[in-house]
């Protein structure tokens, strides 16, 4: 039987399938059934250094190819967030995920997040909807460098860069990234959504980001362009809702991927479902393990035996 281990960087993981931040991650609770449900990991809610309320409702709307959602970062703050997850049992397969609108903002959230125990953040560099954090921030080359680089100094934590699509040089930005130990791709297209009755927007921010199987294809030229560009490790995120979807981000360089957005439509057992088709795709199609498959369309891998 195939092997559906991966790893990235030192961070080994049993299966490839990960929780995506912002989708039942807003309790420790949560977090523990998802990983319980077969997830291989699980990344939090976006949190921040203080307490934030996020919009007013409307702040998903459900329509025929996923989601909008502008929730506005609503977390409970970093310190609420310590007092929760201090004795938390698995935070060797928890990521963190922290925003902020300075870099002293990211250098603090991460201390705090090292300090209890956690050993790897992802950085929301591309929340689209929310002025002073997210995009704003990582569209700043300059700044998601210095980021990047005083965590790296000043923690050992590894560092997961959560880049924002909604760029016209995703490569400079990849590039200015470097010094993260992985990239994720992608986070949500800026969107915006209109009742006809009403004459109003579904969205009570007006401006969200939209998720769902609509945006796989920007999701996988963004893992296929930087893969190619710097052949640096890749969660690829956006669009996956079947064991097919994750392959085709592994063919293009992925070496795990997030569910977001599908698990409102399958619940938990989706993780198990998706392990299970990757593990019966490797072993019709002639793979020992995972890796094997990392990577074979991109370059002069298109074309590779096995």
Same mark, same amino acid.
């Given at each position: ?22 989708? %039942? =991650? ?29 919009? +007013? ?10 989601? %909008? ?11 609420? #967030? ?32 090292? /300090? ?22 990582? +569209? ?17 934590? +590894? ?41 109003? #927007?579904? %969205? ?15 999701? %996988?030229?963004?893992?296929? =362009? ?9 969660? /690829? ?11 085709? #981000? ?7 991927? +997030? ?23 490797? =072993? ?15 370059? =002069?891998?298109? #074309?590779?035996?096995?």
């Amino acid at each position: 039987m195939a092997s559906i281990s991966t790893k990235i960087g030192s961070f080994s993981l049993e299966n490839p399938v990960i929780l995506a931040s912002g989708i %039942l =991650d807003e309790t420790s609770g949560s977090i523990l059934r998802s990983l319980k449900s077969g997830a291989g990991a699980a990344v939090t809610k976006s949190i921040g250094t203080e307490e934030r309320k996020g919009y +007013q409702t409307p702040v998903i709307s459900e329509i025929g190819t996923g989601l %909008l959602n502008a929730v506005g970062l609503s977390n409970p703050g970093i310190d609420n #967030f310590v007092e929760e997850y201090r004795n938390f049992p698995e935070k060797k397969k928890t990521i963190v995920s922290i925003f902020g609108g300075k870099v002293e903002e990211f250098v603090s959230l991460a201390k705090k997040v090292e /300090g209890i125990g956690f050993d790897k953040v992802e950085l929301n560099l591309s929340c689209p909807h929310v002025k002073g954090v997210g995009s704003e921030v990582g +569209q700043d080359l300059g700044m998601v460098e210095e980021i990047i680089s005083e965590i790296r100094s000043k923690t050992n934590l +590894q560092i997961w860069a959560k880049l924002t699509p909604n760029v016209t040089d995703l490569i400079s930005l990849a590039k200015a990234s470097e010094k993260a130990d992985a990239y994720v791709l992608i986070n949500t297209l800026r969107a915006t959504g209109v009742e006809i009755y009403s004459r109003k #927007f579904v %969205l009570s921010n007006i401006v969200g980001g939209y998720s769902g199987p609509g945006v796989k294809p920007v999701a %996988l030229r963004a893992v296929y =362009d930087v893969y190619k560009e710097t052949g640096k490790e890749i969660i /690829g995120v956006g669009g996956i809702t079947t064991w097919q979807d994750a392959i085709e #981000f592994f063919l293009l360089g992925a070496k795990a991927i +997030q569910v977001g957005t599908a698990i409102l439509y399958e619940d938990y057992p989706i993780f198990n479902k998706i392990n299970s088709g990757i593990r019966d795709y490797l =072993d019709k199609e002639g793979f020992s393990k995972l890796d094997d498959l990392v990577g074979v369309m991109v370059g =002069d891998a298109t #074309f590779k035996n096995h």
